[in-house]
T-cell receptor, first 113, second 113 residues
Framework: GEDVEQSLFLSVREGDSSVINCTYT??????LYWYKQEPGAGLQLLTY?????DMKQDQRLTVLLNKKDKHLSLRIADTQTGDSAIYFC?????????????FGAGTRLTVKP | NAGVTQTPKFRVLKTGQSMTLLCAQD?????MYWYRQDPGMGLRLIHY???????AKGEVPDGYNVSRLKKQNFLLGLESAAPSQTSVYFC????????????FGDGTRLSIL
């Protein structure tokens, strides 16, 4: 099947920028998402990008999409301790008969004071 | 707004017991999903529904059944629980298809002894 891959861990200092990377294999992916999961909670949608875009910015969040390399990244500026969480990359393909949203394994972001 | 509500939040079962996980959404969403989350594996789709009265299999449907008798509710059943079904289960919903953002419940942590 198609895969979505992320590194499992990232540690940064408070105030620094965080960059979480994701690669995917389905060249027909249309929508790509970033979700945040805090301990004991469900996934919260942070932002998403259509495949015909290469960048989207929303306050401290910047999403970059390199469709040629099938690479998605999430940059968090001025990272705060409240940003500590697991971040999931996900993608969907409208041509997929399984109506599936494929998730990466998640990147655990730790922000040190 | 309640959003997506899952009950119960925690449950411990013995092997062979049965139970039903409940999911309710108040957003008038057509699509509903059940995922399981296991360490290092991201979320995997168990079953989904594209509307009231419909259900379909996802990536890992074996050992589970679902029902969508009412648009707002999506039930996940384990007929004979096995230790391999120990996991955190998430329900999600989206307005139309999976290409639209999915809204998640807070999860049900299920342990099978």
């Amino acid at each position: 099947g198609e895969d979505v891959e992320q590194s499992l861990f990232l540690s940064v200092r408070e105030g620094d920028s965080s960059v979480i990377n994701c690669t995917y294999t389905d060249s027909s992916s249309t929508y790509l998402y970033w979700y945040k999961q805090e301990p004991g909670a469900g996934l919260q949608l942070l932002t998403y990008i259509f495949s015909n875009m290469d960048m989207k910015q929303d306050q401290r969040l910047t999403v970059l999409l390199n469709k040629k390399d099938k690479h998605l990244s999430l940059r968090i500026a001025d990272t705060q301790t409240g940003d500590s969480a697991i971040y999931f990359c996900a993608e969907t393909n409208p041509l997929d008969n399984n109506n599936d949203m494929r998730f990466g394994a998640g990147t655990r972001l730790t922000v040190k004071p | 707004n309640a959003g997506v509500t899952q009950t119960p939040k925690f449950r411990v079962l013995k092997t062979g017991q049965s139970m039903t996980l409940l999911c309710a959404q108040d957003m008038n969403h057509e699509y509903m999903y059940w995922y399981r989350q296991d360490p290092g594996m991201g979320l995997r789709l168990i079953h989904y529904s594209v509307g009231e009265g419909t259900t379909a299999k996802g990536e890992v449907p074996d050992g589970y059944n679902v029902s969508r008798l009412k648009k707002q509710n999506f039930l996940l059943g384990l007929e004979s629980a096995a230790p391999s079904q120990t996991s955190v289960y998430f329900c999600a919903s989206s307005y139309r298809g999976p290409n639209q953002p999915q809204h998640f419940g807070d999860g049900t942590r299920l342990s099978i002894l």
